[in-house]
C-alpha cells in the first residue's frame, strides 16, 4: 500500500503561485509513476505525469510553462509548483502514483493510488 497526503492547498489571487506538495509513505519502493490530477465536479483531469525510473514528465498543454512537477527522494515528498495561476485552475488537487509498470499511455488520472485531494481557488 501507498498513501499520499496532499498539502498546499489556498486561495490566491490570479497571476499568483502556490507549492502542492504531497508526502509519500507506505511501499513507495515499488513506486514507477507519479503525477499530479484535478477535478471540478465529477470532471477530473491529468495534468502532469513523472515515470519516476526514467525522469520523463509530460504535462498538460494548458498548464505547461506554468507548472512544474519535482521530487525530494530523501523527504519522500512531491511536489508541484504552480505560477501564473488562473481563475480556471480552480480545483480539488490530487496527487496520484502508480506500482505497475509499463502504463505511460495513462493519465495520472488512472493511477491506483490518490490521495485526499487539496483545494486551490483562483479569484480574479
Known amino acids: 500500500q501507498v498513501h499520499l497526503v496532499e498539502s498546499g492547498g489556498g486561495s490566491v489571487q490570479a497571476g499568483g503561485s502556490l507549492r502542492l506538495s504531497c508526502a509519500v509513505s507506505?511501499?513507495?519502493?515499488?513506486?514507477?509513476?507519479m503525477g499530479w490530477f484535478r477535478q471540478v465536479g465529477r470532471d477530473g483531469e491529468g495534468l502532469v505525469k513523472l515515470?519516476?525510473?526514467?525522469?520523463?514528465?509530460e504535462y498538460l498543454a494548458s498548464v505547461k510553462g506554468r507548472f512544474t512537477i519535482s521530487r525530494d527522494n530523501a523527504e519522500n515528498t512531491l511536489f508541484l509548483d504552480m505560477t501564473n495561476l488562473k481563475p480556471a485552475d480552480t480545483a480539488t488537487y490530487f496527487c496520484?502514483?502508480?506500482?505497475?509498470?509499463?502504463?505511460?499511455?495513462?493519465?495520472?488520472?488512472?493511477?491506483?493510488?490518490r490521495g485526499q485531494g487539496t483545494q486551490v481557488t483562483v479569484t480574479s
Open positions: 507506505g511501499d513507495s519502493r515499488n513506486i514507477r509513476y
Open positions: 515515470d519516476t525510473l526514467s525522469g520523463r514528465t
Open positions: 496520484t502514483a502508480d506500482t505497475r509498470r509499463n502504463i505511460w499511455a495513462l493519465s495520472s488520472w488512472e493511477y491506483n493510488y
